[in-house]
């Protein structure tokens, strides 16, 4: 079984900064594809941003140049560090992967969401 486990969010000013983390454990033979979601109040979950193994990444317009997404693949953990915080990022964040294991195959994985709160 996986589990993704996410940590990091909490309260924070506009212009301040957090670091999400999420950590795959379990019976995993290969992490591939890595990405942050999120879901804030009223909309629609967002693509926030990417990573595939190689490290290549990719970032929802509103948040490039803020936002970095990385990855640990020793660890399989993936990280987005959020600089700049907006209001408007106040959401649920949540941590996806693609998970291969030998049982099950190739899956989707969700965490389940860290609240990030930007606030004065």
């Known amino acids: 079984q996986v589990q993704l486990v996410e940590s990091g969010g909490g309260l924070v000013q506009p212009g301040g900064s957090l670091r999400l983390s999420c950590a795959a454990s379990g019976r995993i033979f290969r992490v591939n594809d890595m990405a942050w979601y999120r879901r804030a109040p009223g909309k629609q979950r967002e693509l926030v941003a990417t990573?595939?193994?190689?490290?290549?990444?990719d970032y929802a317009d509103s948040v490039k140049g803020r936002f970095t997404i990385s990855r640990d693949n020793v660890e399989n953990i993936v990280s987005l560090q959020m600089n700049s915080l907006k209001p408007e990022d106040t959401a649920v964040y949540y941590c996806h992967g693609s998970i291969y294991t030998l049982s099950s195959g190739s899956r989707d994985y969700w965490g389940q969401g860290t609240q990030v709160t930007v606030s004065s």
């Open positions: 990573i595939t193994t190689g490290g290549s990444t």
